[in-house]
């Protein structure tokens, strides 16, 4: 297998379990140094620390909370301390609470706003100052965006923001080369998806697209590898629809 990311350092938020996970775990295959981002599951974080090291590539686990601005700079910090650069950043991180209007907290509002928004936001900044040319951002984003689903305005929200990120901050990056990209699942076989539904919910969520399935995280990872690779020179200030034909 021909490995594209040889020589290149990447960092991925919420790289512990689900999409971040196979995300790191591809880039690692393809000849990366990985940095696993993690906010709590330290034993899963270490264990993908050690999948990579199995596949003969090099990793680091490191706990940061991406809402705090502190942590994020720690996060680069140790980046730079250990590998001495970044090629790549996966702004993978994320959190969802699905309620109604009339249901939602103030701090359930500020804790979605915090993590999506402004930790991805804070480490774009990073990136922008730390990265090498001709480096990778790419951002995860979420299909809803584009649908209209009961309970879903504040996750949708967080998400259309980064959206917008990424299609207003391509033009300020361009000039070293960096471009950025978000990459938009549908739904996905993840603990974050599953969560709090029932099985025939989830089967009827997953017969919503073309192949009548969920989508599993190799499938959103096998993009966000392109999107990694010098292959997708070209391409920046995009969002793409990884979601089967959902929407």
Known sequence: MEKKLTGKVALVTGASKGIGKQI??????????????YASSTAEAEEVV???????????AVKADISNLTDIKDLFYQTLST????????????????????????????????????????AIQQAAMFMN?????????????????????????????VEQF?????????????????VAPGP??????????????????GSGNAFGRLGEPEDIS???????????GWVTGQTIRVNGGFI
């Not at 393809?30 to 981002?37: D, L, M, R, S």
């Not at 040319?133 to 923001?161: C, D, H, W």
């Not at 996905?188 to 969520?205: C, D, P, R, Y």
């Open 188 to 205: 996905v076989n993840t603990e974050l998806f599953t969560a709090g539904k029932t099985e025939n919910q989830i089967q009827t969520i």
């Open 222 to 232: 096998n993009v966000v590898l392109f999107l990694a690779s010098d292959e997708s």
């Open 24 to 37: 790191a775990l591809d880039l690692a295959s393809h000849g990366a140094k990985v940095v696993v981002n």
């Open 83 to 122: 590998f001495g650069m970044l090629d790549i950043l996966i702004n993978n991180a994320g959190t969802m609470i699905t309620k109604p209007l009339v249901l939602m907290t103030e701090e359930e509002f500020d804790k979605q706003f915090s993590i999506n928004v402004k930790g991805t936001y804070f």
């Open 166 to 182: 990424t299609r207003h901050l391509a033009k300020e990056l361009g000039s070293k080369g960096i471009t950025i990209n978000a």
């Open 50 to 60: 050690a999948q990579i090291k199995s596949i003969g590539s090099d990793a680091i």
């Open 133 to 161: 040319e001709n480096g990778r951002i790419i951002n995860l984003s979420t299909s809803v965006v584009g649908q209209m689903f009961p309970n879903y305005s504040v996750y949708a929200g967080t998400k259309g923001a």
